[in-house]
């Protein structure tokens, strides 16, 4: 069964800080993992990783994937309170019949308190 | 790009009465389309996804069915609710070449 397993499971810093959440996954024909955030309703597009060591950037959040090790990190530098929000990783894996799934985690609550 | 419409926002149905959600899709064609479930420290679980009209696919065993009479169109449906229905759906679209998924903006159902 695929399994995707993010830490820490909530999360609380102050503005300014820089955080890293971590996304470990095990899954069969993986092709690619992707980050979401989620604040009050549907979760919205991150970054979609496919290739070992290349990191993604947009603006403060950057996040890299590893391969071998089969993890990733999200990292948000100079936090704001508009990053509070669940973050979701998501592995996607080849299903056959032309279909990508998507296994997700639980999910990283982040709290930025002024 | 892709739009993503779901009705109703939110809805409170009792024990053992129908459900209906429905999913429709602008700006794309021939999408696949899934139904998540997301409940309270459980993360998103996939329930249904569709590569093409009348094609379903379930992935977890429940009271809850899928159909895809249009292209574009996909509804989740219950003949009667139980509480442990209650939760977050959201419909997300993807594809062959649009391989990311994008989500609608949910229906929160509240099973009383």
């Known amino acids: 069964e695929d399994k995707v397993v993010q830490s820490p499971l909530s999360l609380v810093v102050h503005e300014g800080d820089t955080v890293t959440l971590n996304c470990s996954y095990e899954?069969?024909?993986?092709?690619?993992l992707l980050w979401y955030k989620q604040e009050k309703k549907a979760p919205t597009f991150l970054f979609m990783l496919t290739s070992s060591g290349i990191e993604k950037k947009s603006g403060r959040l950057s996040s890299i994937l590893d391969k071998k090790e089969l993890f990733s990190i999200l990292n948000i530098t100079a936090t704001q309170t508009g990053d509070s929000a669940i973050y979701l990783c998501a592995v996607e894996a080849d299903s056959g019949a032309g279909s990508y799934q998507l296994t997700f985690g639980k999910g990283t609550k982040l709290s930025v308190i002024p | 790009s892709q739009t993503i419409h779901q009705w109703p926002a939110t809805l409170v149905q009792p024990v053992g009465s129908p459900l209906s959600l429905e999913c429709t899709v602008e700006?794309?064609?021939?999408?696949?389309l899934y139904w998540y479930r997301q409940a309270a420290g459980r993360g998103l679980q996939l329930l249904f996804y569709?590569?093409?009209?009348?094609?379903i696919s379930s992935e977890v065993p429940q009271n809850l069915s899928a159909s895809r009479p249009q292209d574009r169109q996909f509804i989740l449906s219950s003949k009667k609710l139980l509480l442990s229905d209650s939760g977050f759906y959201l419909c997300?679209?993807?594809?062959?070449?649009?391989?990311?998924?994008?989500f609608g903006p949910g229906t929160r159902l509240t099973v009383t």
């Open positions: 997300a679209c993807g594809g062959q070449t649009l391989r990311v998924q994008y």
């Open positions: 899954v069969t024909n993986f092709r690619s």
């Open positions: 700006g794309t064609s021939n999408p696949n």
């Open positions: 569709s590569v093409g009209i009348g094609q």
